[in-house]
Every structure is written in structure tokens, then in C-alpha cells.
């Protein structure tokens, strides 16, 4: 989501690929503060299972890798990760805690 303070306009932001307005320095921070949400909404609501999809088709390796970080942090706080077939392109993931496997 962006917002233009002048005209009141809000935008909503699929992926990566629509947020040319991010200055590159702040995108490491960015990922990192998506991350802790991550973290800390996991700890707090404790979901059994969450199923992440990638909103675009066929996403560059680059975009992927930032899946691939929330993978590894739900991992690390005791999900399983599946990866399911691309539908259409999207790539879909499936993490489980581990007791209901």
C-alpha cells in the first residue's frame, strides 16, 4: 500500500515489482521489519498451519528468495515448508507446525 500525502490517493502493491518508489538502501530494512512481523504475529496468533502464494506468475529468482527468508524463519520457529506445483506460474508454500503433522 502507498499513499500520496498531496492527493489522498492510495495504491495497493502486489510485489516487488510495483514498488520502484522504495529507495534501495531501505529495502534490506523493509525485509527485516517484515520478518519480525512475521516472527512476532506468529507468536501471538500461533497459526497450526499458513499458506503463503506468491500473487505474480513466474517470479525472478531474486523475488523468490525473499519467500524463501519467511520460509526459513517460520522453519526456524518449529513449521514444516512444502512447496506445492506452481499453479499457473505462482509458486505456493504450506507451513505446518509440527504437532499436526
Do not use: Q
Amino acid at each position: 500500500m502507498s499513499a500520496r500525502y498531496e492527493t489522498g490517493v492510495e495504491e495497493e502493491h502486489w510485489d516487488g515489482t510495483e514498488t520502484w518508489f522504495i529507495k534501495r538502501s531501505d529495502r534490506g530494512l523493509i525485509l527485516g521489519a517484515l520478518l519480525l512481523f512475521v516472527i512476532v504475529l506468529t507468536k501471538n496468533i500461533g497459526p497450526e498451519r499458513v499458506l503463503m502464494i506468491a500473487m505474480r506468475a513466474f517470479l525472478p529468482e531474486r523475488a523468490v528468495k525473499k519467500y524463501l527468508e519467511i520460509n526459513r524463519v517460520l522453519g526456524n520457529m518449529g513449521y514444516s515448508v512444502t512447496e506445492n506445483e506452481p499453479i499457473y506460474g505462482n509458486r505456493c508454500w504450506l507451513m505446518e507446525r509440527s504437532a499436526v503433522i
